[in-house]
């Protein structure tokens, strides 16, 4: 599979595709879940033995509360949009096979992962999401990823945009509803005040294709979000987006799961740190091409 | 274009028009049911389940749909009930579907007729069988345009359950846009994909319109002609022609015959004194707020005596004869038909409103209103039978064979299977009173039963009435402005003012020599229409 060139993969298989839409069009309704991704090579060594530990999860199936619009992390196969594939996908799916446990999965809006996961409607969130503090007051963070965010601008960056800092001052930033960078953005609002500038406007969206279609649009003037999803978006419209810089920010991607199951908590993280051993995470990040910079071995982040 | 061919027949976006298609049906459903409930309980006696249907209804409106699906999803597994994403979704759709269908129904019951109800009543049904027969069929009729609209906003609005996490097609559009970037090419499809699902809303809309269409050339069964091997009867109707309408100078010679018999109706008259009491007022008194309409009415008639009320109009007369069938209450005063006593159970309690209307159709009190009331819905026939099935428990060939014999006595049995409103005025006050008498009631009501017709049409009416008195020996309460009428078929004549019995006596002796001077006054300003003096 050769995940960072999407639209061309999926313009080869359009004919074969729509073959297999005509032929199961009058399919009925089916499975509200569907479960994704093949398995990854055998488990390593140790799972079993964690399996032992904690198999208070062996042989069930568990729910996964996905954003999946993030290409490369979480998003539908253009190919067999039935399923879900990316990093966070293979991740999981690893970690469950090391477990002993299956994933489903469900798709809800980005500022709703962490409720899902309350109100009880999902077992686990891998959506790309940052841990931080506040998101820790609704669910246990194991963290697995270092934070490096793109800027991306219309081609040509004519607000000449160069990170998040007063040279947003007076633009238009499109944002997802929830994300990290909406108070980053709003932080700026003051500086641009003591420079006499006009503060930057935000636009909150649900999902990155409706941020990117604002940029697309001329509604807005950037959107900061994970370096590997503005990438995916230069490549589908190289000719109308380009990246002006990449930042880093001061979070990691965590793993979100229930605040009061510790012991769930613990075994995720137990599978994770044998993973990493075992080279899994890095031939990941390799498979679905992210910068090998990205990787950080696994820390809980949990606030009372 | 081939982008946008292949997401249109991509199975991962009919799939997800299958979800949208399973969230309206749960919202429609569910909504109707709960709708239903909500009507009931906002149009029921009970203030309680009024108010607290009202207060549904304020916070199931005046909430946004998004919210509510939230709260379907996320708050209520907080206290254990924990439903799928559809499932939560079609809950959602439902409670807030429910206010507005519960409205649509409640303005489809108020839209009937009032005069439907009262008729209804008057027959002897219950609340529940005047909902099921009279009520119910008519208000669904007005009522598809609206749930049309109702099952396309509904549609559209299930795409907020993609905010819940159910895979329908507004969600798998955005998804399908965010792993492909082809944002417009899956926004176009997924568009036709919802044009084609309310357009399929319409053609049904229009098809169930058609169904229900009463003016559509009626069969025995509508719905049979949609079956392949269904056959159009032949048309056997002999060419209408109307015994009683044409009959007119035959008629004449009747009311000759009337006059000429007058000394066999004093000799009648006296007869009749005898005969058991059927209908017993005594003491009658009603007052809106303070004024009264009946001040105190005594009035008793005889097995076959037939009494004209006359009076100005707002002297009391509807209102007297809408108390001796309880379609009203009263403040004061008995009531008793067939010497029982209207309205209230052996111990004096008022009876409940379904009691009431087992006990009309009991006692047997007939009523013909001004208005004619038939049932819009029903051919003349069935106006006849239904109610002797429903009400009386008749078999159908029993009450088919009943009706078509009284239709023939009113010189209508050629229009059996006609609408009321493909009838003239008297042609349905004909059937109105064919209707009435069915039952074979003690009594007759009839309130003014031929001011609402135009002047042609009053005689074949009159003309039906007093065949009923002649033949039949029918006994009767007419109200009536027409005093050559009262004059030759009424044995007493009974005047009421200001909501008194202010004279009554024979019926000749009355009209050509009154002694109180308000009635002679009204006789006097209804001159054209008064009987001669002298004797014929």
């Not at chain 2, 049932?375 to 039978?385: D, I, K, P, R, S």
Request: proline share 5%.
């Amino acid at each position: 599979m050769v995940p960072n060139n999407v639209s061309a993969n999926f313009s080869k298989s359009l004919s074969a595709g729509r073959l297999r839409a005509v032929a199961i069009a009058a399919a009925g309704l089916i499975a509200v879940c569907i479960s994704a991704g093949q398995a990854q090579a055998a488990a390593p060594a140790g799972c079993a033995a964690l399996q032992e530990k904690y198999p208070d999860w062996k042989g069930k199936t568990l729910v996964n509360a996905i954003n999946p619009h993030t290409p490369g992390y979480e998003a539908i196969d253009p190919k067999d949009p039935d399923k879900y594939v990316g990093f966070d996908i293979d991740l999981g799916e690893d970690i469950g096979e090391c477990l002993g446990f299956k994933l489903t999965y469900k798709a809800v809006t980005f500022a709703a992962l962490l409720t899902t996961l309350s109100s009880g409607q999902a077992d686990i969130v891998i959506s790309d999401i940052y841990a931080t503090k506040e998101r820790a007051k609704a669910a246990d963070f194991i963290t697995y990823s270092k934070v490096f965010d793109g800027v991306l601008v219309a081609k040509g960056n004519p607000k000449k945009i160069n990170g998040i800092n007063t040279s947003l001052c007076g633009a238009a930033a499109a944002e997802n509803t929830g994300f990290v960078e909406v108070p980053l953005v709003q932080d700026m609002g003051p500086k641009c005040k003591a420079e006499g500038k006009p503060e930057p406007t935000l636009q909150l969206y649900d999902n990155n294709a409706d941020c990117i279609q604002a940029i697309l649009a001329g509604r807005a003037d950037t959107y900061v979000n994970d370096v590997n999803t503005v990438d995916q978006a230069v490549k589908a419209h190289p000719d109308k987006l380009e990246k002006a810089i990449a930042v880093t920010i001061p979070y990691s991607v965590g793993i979100a799961v229930p605040k009061d199951k510790p012991k769930f908590r613990d075994a995720v993280m137990a599978a994770l740190i044998l993973l990493q051993k075992d080279g899994v995470h890095k031939e990941l990040l390799k498979k679905w091409d992210l910068d090998p910079n990205n990787f950080k071995e696994p820390d809980i982040l949990t606030v009372n | 274009m081939s982008l946008f061919l292949h997401y249109l027949s991509l199975p991962y976006l009919i799939t997800g028009a299958w979800f949208t298609l399973a969230v309206t049906a749960l919202g429609l459903g569910g909504g109707l049911i709960l709708g239903l409930v909500l009507a009931a309980m906002q149009l029921s006696r009970f203030a309680v389940l009024a108010v607290f249907a009202r207060g549904y209804t304020i916070i199931f409106r005046g909430t946004p749909l998004i919210l509510q699906m939230v709260f379907a999803y996320d708050a209520l597994p907080q206290i254990g009930l924990k439903l799928s994403a559809v499932g939560a979704a079609g809950l959602a759709l439902a409670a807030n579907e429910a206010p507005f269908i519960a409205e649509m129904l409640r303005a489809g019951v108020l839209g009937i007729d009032r005069g439907q109800v009262l008729a209804g009543q008057a027959l002897g049904m219950t609340p529940s069988l005047l909902m099921r027969r009279i009520i119910a069929p008519q208000a669904i009729r007005m009522m598809i345009p609206a749930f049309g609209n109702e099952t396309v906003s509904a549609l559209k609005n299930s795409s907020l359950a993609s905010v819940i996490s159910v895979q329908e097609l507004t969600l798998r559009s955005t998804q399908l846009a965010s792993s492909t970037f082809d944002f417009f090419s899956i926004f176009f499809a997924s568009g036709l994909i919802y044009l084609v699902l309310t357009t399929g809303v319409s053609v049904i809309q229009l098809f169930v319109e058609r169904a229900l269409d009463l003016d559509r050339p009626a069969t025995e069964n509508r719905f049979a002609r949609l079956l392949p091997w269904y056959r159009a009867p032949l048309a056997l109707q002999a060419v209408a022609s109307d015994p009683i309408a044409t009959a007119q100078p035959e008629e004449a010679a009747t009311s000759r015959d009337a006059k000429v018999s007058r000394a066999d109706r004093t000799k009648r008259s006296a007869g009749l004194a005898h005969n058991q009491v059927v209908v017993d007022v005594s003491g009658l008194y009603k007052a809106y707020t303070t004024q009264p309409v009946l001040a105190g009415v005594d009035l008793t008639i005889r097995l076959g005596e037939v009494v004209a009320l006359l009076g100005p109009s707002g002297s009391g007369k509807s209102t007297l004869l809408r108390c001796i069938n309880h379609l009203e209450g009263w403040d004061a005063g008995i009531v008793k038909v067939g010497g029982r006593r209207m309205g209230f159970r052996e111990d004096g309690k008022p009876l409940s409103p379904r009691a009431l209307a087992e006990e009309r159709a009991v006692v047997g009190v007939g009523m013909v209103f001004q208005q004619f009331n038939l049932f819009g819905h029903l051919t003349a026939l069935e106006n006849v039978a239904g109610p002797l099935r429903w009400v009386h428990g008749v078999s159908r060939v029993d009450a088919d064979r009943r009706a078509r014999e009284l239709l023939e006595r009113v010189g209508l049995g050629n229009r059996a299977h006609a609408l009321p409103r493909h009838l003239s005025g008297g042609q349905q006050q004909r059937v109105a009173i064919a209707r009435a008498i069915a039952p074979n009631p003690a009594v007759l009501l009839l309130d003014e039963p031929t001011s609402a017709l135009d002047p042609e049409l009053v005689n074949e009416v009159l003309e039906v009435i007093r065949r009923l008195a002649v033949e039949d020996g029918l006994t009767m309460i007419i109200s009536t402005h027409q005093l050559r009428f009262a004059d030759e078929v009424a044995d007493r004549v009974v005047f009421l003012s200001g909501g008194a019995i202010i004279e009554e006596g024979p019926a000749h002796q009355v009209l050509t020599n009154p002694r109180n001077p308000i009635t002679a006054r009204f006789l006097n300003a209804m001159e054209t229409d008064r009987p001669s003096v002298a004797p014929a």
